[in-house]
Nanobody, 123 residues
Framework: QVQLVESGGGSVQAGGSLRLSCAAS????????MAWFRQAPGKEREGVAV??????IYADSVKGRFIISPDNAKNTVYLQMNSLKPEDTAMYYC??????????????????WGQGTQVTVSS
């Protein structure tokens, strides 16, 4: 059974940084696609960053500010978030189990989700 546990969320001022962690069990991070999504109140869940065998993919809104990276020894994926903006405020979710043929930044492409961690950026 695949389980994903996110941590590292919190409150920060604009311009600050946070690092989110997603610890996986029953799933090998280094061999499979992993993704971060976020969902703000009243908005759809959007893909933020993906790491897979072919490299990384970022949403335009976070390019140059966020970095997704794996720690294979810890079976954990991180999302380093820099230069945070108030519009980055959302619940952030880790996702795994990508379905071949689906967009890697689409929430419909993933089967397993963590419980989420809240990120709040104040101006």
């Amino acid at each position: 059974q695949v389980q994903l546990v996110e941590s590292g969320g919190g409150s920060v001022q604009a311009g600050g940084s946070l690092r989110l962690s997603c610890a996986a069990s029953g799933y090998t991070v280094g061999r499979n696609s992993m993704a971060w999504f976020r969902q703000a109140p009243g908005k759809e869940r959007e893909g933020v960053a993906v790491i897979y065998s072919g490299g990384t993919i970022y949403a335009d809104s976070v390019k140059g500010r966020f970095i997704i990276s794996p720690d294979n020894a810890k079976n954990t994926v991180y999302l380093q978030m820099n230069s945070l903006k108030p519009e980055d405020t959302a619940m952030y979710y880790c996702a795994a189990g990508w379905t071949y043929g689906r967009s890697r930044l689409s929430s419909s492409g993933y089967r397993t989700w963590g419980q989420g961690t809240q990120v709040t950026v104040s101006s």
